[in-house]
């Protein structure tokens, strides 16, 4: 069956140093997956994107990188701040269309120690 | 403020009652969901509606009804709720293939 998957649960930082947050997929038909940011009482917040038929995309201090050969994911966040503290999920969608869903990994909570 | 918005925020409730959450999207989304977050903080999907018409149905039990009056708007209905129900209920849109938002979710404790 489909699966998302999160290597870790917890990741503790430094404030300046990157964080990197893998997870591994299962569905090798995945063709699109999401990574979001969620802070405490607060909804799922999109952070960045990845179609299939990248291997990498850059946002503004994040990174997603997209290996399809081992079915992993992972986000990368530069010079992490405090504000990053957070629950972070990756998400896949199996199929496009209207009857599309995302499945998400367990979260991982990240600690930016100052 | 364009948005995914949920009421109520926080649901407390007795076993055996009847609840609603009411979702609404200004952002012009076809598709609209309801998701589960559990206390480990897993997040699964309930029920999709394209257009009004039911897409996902992911084996929930039938006291869980979605009715959806019109594109923008996506309400659960939960009847002879149970304390297994305690959970955060997030509703989200899409439109198209991509860009799924979230709304700030309901935390609904039953006791």
């Known amino acids: 069956g489909e699966s998302v998957g999160l290597h870790l649960p917890t990741l503790s930082v430094q404030e300046g140093d990157n964080s990197i947050i893998n997870c591994a997929y299962s569905n090798s038909a995945s063709d699109y997956f999401i990574w979001y940011k969620q802070e405490s009482g607060k909804g799922p917040q999109f952070i960045i994107d990845?179609?299939?038929?990248?291997d990498k995309r850059q946002g503004q201090r994040v990174t997603v990188l997209l290996n399809k050969t081992v079915k992993h994911l992972s986000l990368q966040i530069a010079a992490t701040q405090p504000g990053d503290s957070a629950v972070y999920f990756c998400?896949?969608?199996?199929?496009?269309?209207?009857?599309?869903?995302?499945?998400f990994g367990k979260g991982i909570t990240l600690s930016v120690r100052p | 403020d364009t948005a995914v918005s949920q009421t109520p925020k926080y649901l407390v409730t007795q076993m055996g009652n009847d609840k609603s959450i009411k979702c609404e999207q200004n952002l012009g989304h076809d598709t609209m969901y309801w998701y589960k977050q559990d206390s480990k903080k897993f997040l699964k999907i309930m029920f999709s509606?394209?257009?009004?018409?039911?897409?996902i149905n992911e084996t929930v039990p039938n006291r869980f009804s979605p009715k959806s009056p019109d594109k923008a708007h996506l309400n659960l209905h939960i009847n002879s709720l149970e304390l297994g129900d305690s959970a955060v209920y997030f509703c989200a849109s899409t439109r198209g293939a991509y860009g799924y938002t979230f709304g700030s979710g309901t935390r609904l404790t039953v006791v």
């Open positions: 509606y394209n257009n009004k018409e039911l897409i």
């Open positions: 990845i179609r299939s038929n990248m």
């Open positions: 998400a896949e969608r199996g199929r496009a269309g209207a009857n599309s869903k995302l499945t």
